[in-house]
């Protein structure tokens, strides 16, 4: 649906890369390009290894994350705990540079707690750029670490834009990505007359027809018009049917792997949302799609009754 929208990968730790399933962490299709693979952790050492583990595998960039604040975070003193160590996280950003050649990037909160001066953030950003990072993502929150759960800190505390538009105005020569409450893409090019960037964290998982506009409206790339692809396995997608049917070759190879039709389907359950068919499609694919031996028929029955179910209702 889109060739330009950046993906990033949930956060995998260094513990993880180093001393677990390394490839299960970090193998990722061609078709994800431009695809940043997103670490936790707070040793320069174990980060740059693991940051070397993300290039060799042909990541874009690699992201630190500094604004998780989930309990197990907390107990390994990463995540959004490094707002308070920005000199830790300037040696961890300089360490990976130095080992890799693709951006090293950070995404982090506005503070955390009771933090309720801009000073901190800009603090922040300011002392971590001198270990090399360019761009920061900055989820216009603060993260509560106590008292709040991880979805509660993406909803609870209260957004303040204007203070990360006062970044890219104190920090011209940075990239500045604003993250955090942004569901349409009229609210991004709103922003985006004040920062360089947005993140959409869930909402395209919940509503990922909200890519298909995304070129056009944000990167004025109109496939449709004829304009060379930089991807040409990126076809542009027509409709919703379409769009579904050509991940079918895509299941087909995680079928053929060993791979069970639930880890792929369960990831685009919401293609259909706010369609007439979409309860229809989430139900059949809910119902059917953990049975032993399910099969590409039940995605194929599923897009065919949902689009019949369309049709009707346009007659």
Same mark, same amino acid.
């Given at each position: 649906?889109?060739?330009h929208?950046?993906v990033?990968t949930e956060m995998v730790t260094?513990?993880?890369l180093?001393?677990?399933?390394s490839?299960r962490?970090l193998r990722?299709n061609e078709e ?7 670490l936790g ?6 980060l ?7 290039a060799d595998y042909?990541y874009d ?5 500094c ?6 975070v907390q107990?390994?003193?990463f ?6 160590e ?5 040696d961890?950003?300089s360490?990976?540079?130095e080992v890799?050649?693709?951006p ?5 909160r506005?503070g955390?707690?009771d ?9 922040f950003?300011?002392t971590?750029?001198?270990?090399g990072? /360019?761009?920061f993502i900055a ?5 509560w670490l +106590?008292? #709040? &759960? ?6 609870v505390p209260p957004?303040r834009y ?6 890219k105005?104190?920090?011209p020569?940075l ?7 942004i569901t ?5 090019q709103?922003h985006?007359?004040?920062?360089d960037g ?5 909402e395209?998982?919940?509503?990922p ?8 409206q944000l990167?004025?790339?109109?496939a ?7 991807l ?7 409709s919703? /049917?379409?769009?579904?049917?050509a ?5 087909? +190879?995680? #079928? &053929?792997?060993?791979g ?6 369960r ?6 949302q706010r369609q007439?068919?979409?309860k229809q ?6 119902e059917?799609?953990h049975a ?5 028929e039940?995605?194929?029955?599923a897009?065919?009754?949902t689009e ?7 007659v």
């Amino acid at each position: 649906m889109s060739r330009h929208t950046r993906v990033y990968t949930e956060m995998v730790t260094t513990g993880a890369l180093i001393h677990g399933d390394s490839h299960r962490h970090l193998r990722f299709n061609e078709e994800e390009h431009p695809v940043a693979l997103q670490l936790g952790g707070s040793s320069p050492e174990d980060l740059a290894v693991s940051a070397k583990m993300g290039a060799d595998y042909g990541y874009d960039e690699i992201n630190l994350n500094c604004g998780c604040p989930s309990d197990r975070v907390q107990n390994g003193a990463f995540g959004a705990c490094l707002m308070r160590e920005a000199e830790l996280v300037r040696d961890c950003v300089s360490a990976m540079q130095e080992v890799v050649d693709i951006p090293v990037t950070v995404k982090h909160r506005l503070g955390i707690d009771d933090d309720n001066s801009y000073d901190i953030v800009r603090d922040f950003v300011g002392t971590v750029a001198e270990g090399g990072s /360019q761009v920061f993502i900055a989820h216009a929150r603060n993260a509560w670490l +106590k008292g #709040l &759960s991880p979805k509660e800190n993406r909803e609870v505390p209260p957004l303040r834009y204007e203070w990360v538009y006062q970044l890219k105005r104190d920090f011209p020569d940075l990239t500045i990505v604003l993250n955090g409450g942004i569901t349409t893409l009229d609210e991004c090019q709103t922003h985006l007359a004040h920062v360089d960037g947005v993140m959409l964290g869930r909402e395209p998982y919940q509503n990922p027809w909200l890519l298909s506009e995304v070129d056009r409206q944000l990167f004025e790339d109109d496939a449709a018009s004829g304009k060379p692809s930089a991807l040409a396995h990126h076809p542009s997608m027509a409709s919703r /049917q379409t769009t579904a049917e050509a991940l079918i070759p895509y299941l087909e +190879k995680v #079928l &053929s792997e060993g791979g069970r039709l639930n880890h792929v389907l369960r990831h685009v359950l919401g293609l259909y949302q706010r369609q007439p068919g979409g309860k229809q499609f989430r139900r059949i694919l809910s119902e059917g799609m953990h049975a032993e031996g399910a099969g590409i028929e039940l995605f194929e029955q599923a897009i065919s009754q949902t689009e019949a179910l369309i049709a009707r209702r346009r007659v």
